[in-house]
């Protein structure tokens, strides 16, 4: 990555989460896409006008709220929700398919 020179926020923010390992061992027990944690937290950063990133000046406040994101995000927990319920209701058809 070039650290010198500034970049889009969702280039940016695609290589932390596909290389940091503290990331990985946050988001590899999820049901869930990297691909899809990465859109939801790219998003986050757009509501609010970000873009662009400079990686001197703006790495290590970019990397602390991808953190954050990962464990209050609103639409992370309800996207992480649904995706368990879904499994939840396939179990149990599952289960009710081989008892009947």
């Given at each position: 990555?070039?650290?010198?020179?500034?970049?889009?926020?969702?280039?940016?923010i695609t290589q932390i989460i596909q290389d940091d390992r503290d990331?990985?061992?946050?988001?590899?027990?999820?049901?869930?896409?990297?691909?899809?944690?990465?859109?939801?937290?790219?998003?986050?950063?757009?509501?609010?006008?970000?873009?662009?990133?400079?990686?001197?000046?703006?790495?290590?406040?970019?990397?602390?709220?991808?953190?954050?994101?990962?464990?209050?995000?609103?639409?992370?927990?309800?996207?992480?929700?649904?995706?368990?319920?879904?499994?939840?209701?396939?179990k149990a058809k599952h289960t009710r398919h081989e008892a009947g």
């Amino acid at each position: 990555m070039k650290y010198f020179q500034k970049m889009s926020v969702d280039q940016f923010i695609t290589q932390i989460i596909q290389d940091d390992r503290d990331i990985s061992k946050i988001i590899d027990t999820w049901n869930m896409e990297k691909e899809e944690i990465t859109q939801i937290v790219i998003e986050h950063f757009k509501e609010f006008g970000i873009f662009m990133v400079a990686p001197m000046e703006h790495a290590q406040l970019i990397y602390d709220q991808i953190h954050f994101q990962l464990h209050h995000s609103p639409k992370l927990r309800a996207r992480l929700s649904k995706i368990q319920s879904d499994i939840e209701k396939a179990k149990a058809k599952h289960t009710r398919h081989e008892a009947g």
